[in-house]
């Protein structure tokens, strides 16, 4: 049911530029369906500034994220303020992974000198709080410079709190769910079965609290959280295995996501009556389009429009299953799960590349779209409260 996707780019050893042509040119070879490029920033400096620039005038990007955490990534307050305001000025969007990347290491490092190295430590090391922080912190720092921020993959209550009074006062601030975190039992991590545990690890933790997973989905029905992303990472158990059996700060992490998106979110969200489809269409595709500025190319049928259809079937009951994805891996977060609804046809740019349960995808179809800058849906709101407040 998906018919476009927006990745990242990670800065590899080269620049910024050389690292986006690279994923991009790697996007091109393979992707079977319409693509854009967020770009990840993990320093600043003038050579960054530059590079942003450029991005942004020469290549269509028209968002950058910064992480609070990951050692490797992860950006001080003064970096994040400085990003922060060249995306503002370049009329972009910030997006930011909210975690207290410095308090997540001390955690980790204590559970491990106790000797607590199992799947469970991931978690233990993650209480909500650490995601609440961060959250409230890159709030105030993108308001500082009036710049519109983008929270990605909220997993926990009190974050999304944040987020929902940050909208009541008016910030320019976006909240997206991650299916996973309204849908998965977080007390998997401890889960005696090791390679169970260890293919849920997930960041920011999924929650082990029942009443988090729905007040998630609640906060999506009534837009208190904007969107539904899958942030989907995988990796074999093998892989997990081989990287962190012995110390689980090693452990590769990421869940699945993409594919099961749309039915996992129509079984939770329209059939148990908490959102209608209009909603649902609304949180999966059109609201992503308006803020990245692709709609009504993307997000909507309409003449002119990019055609892009699903069709969906709600009487069809399907069971999810690792046996039957259609991913490069041997776990699914969402094993047994029965949906009611799927994707029974699917179309991008007028072809057929879903039928029934035959796919007709062609490697390499997939266009690159650039992304234009000051996308209405954000700024120009951004612009009204500028003038109000000059009136004022």
Not at 65 to 84: A, Q, R
Not at 223 to 230: A, H, I, P, R
Not at 333 to 340: K, T
């Amino acid at each position: 049911g998906t018919t476009m996707i927006m990745d990242f780019v990670f800065p590899l050893k080269e620049s910024l530029v050389d690292s986006f042509k690279t994923w991009k040119g790697w996007a091109e070879e393979r992707s079977c369906c319409d693509f854009s490029l967020h770009v990840v920033v993990k320093e600043w400096n003038e050579k960054v500034a530059l590079e942003m620039k450029q991005l942004v005038e020469q290549e269509g990007v028209n968002s950058f994220k910064v992480f609070m955490s990951y050692k490797s990534i992860m950006v001080t307050d003064e970096d994040m303020y400085n990003i922060f305001k060249q995306t503002r000025d370049l009329k972009a969007i910030a997006m930011v992974h909210a975690e207290n990347g410095t308090l997540i290491m001390k955690n980790e490092e204590e559970l491990f000198n106790k000797g607590i190295n199992g799947p469970e430590a991931y978690a233990m090391a993650r209480p909500e709080e650490v995601e609440s922080e961060a959250t409230l912190r890159a709030i105030t720092i993108a308001k500082q410079v009036d710049c519109p921020l983008y929270v990605v993959h909220v997993t926990g209550g009190e974050a999304a709190d944040i987020i929902k009074t940050s909208r009541m006062k008016g910030d320019p601030v976006y909240g997206e769910g991650m299916i996973s975190a309204i849908a998965v039992d977080g007390q998997a991590y401890w889960n005696e079965d090791w390679e169970f545990a260890v293919s849920h690890l997930s960041g920011p933790r999924i929650s082990p609290h029942k009443d988090t997973r729905v007040k998630l989905l609640d906060y999506l029905a009534c837009d208190n959280l904007q969107l539904m992303g899958s942030d989907h990472v995988t990796f074999t158990i093998e892989q997990r295995l081989a990287a962190g059996r012995d110390d689980f700060r090693d452990i590769p992490h990421g869940v699945n996501g993409v594919e099961e998106r749309m039915a996992v979110l129509w079984e939770l969200g329209v059939e148990s009556g908490k959102m209608d489809p209009c909603r649902f269409v609304a949180v999966t595709s059109t609201t992503a389009a308006k803020i990245f500025g692709l709609y009504p190319q993307k997000g909507v049928i309409a003449v002119g429009a990019d055609a892009d259809i699903v069709v969906w079937n709600s009487s069809v009951v399907r069971t999810i299953s690792s046996q039957t994805h259609h991913m490069a891996c041997n776990f699914n977060v969402f094993e047994g799960m029965v949906c009611h609804g799927v994707p029974e046809v699917v179309i991008c740019n007028g072809r057929v590349v879903v039928h029934h349960d035959t796919i007709r995808v062609v490697k390499g179809s997939g266009r690159y779209l650039k992304n234009p800058v000051s996308p209405q849906f954000v700024y120009a709101r951004l612009q009204a409260q500028r003038k109000a407040y000059k009136v004022q």
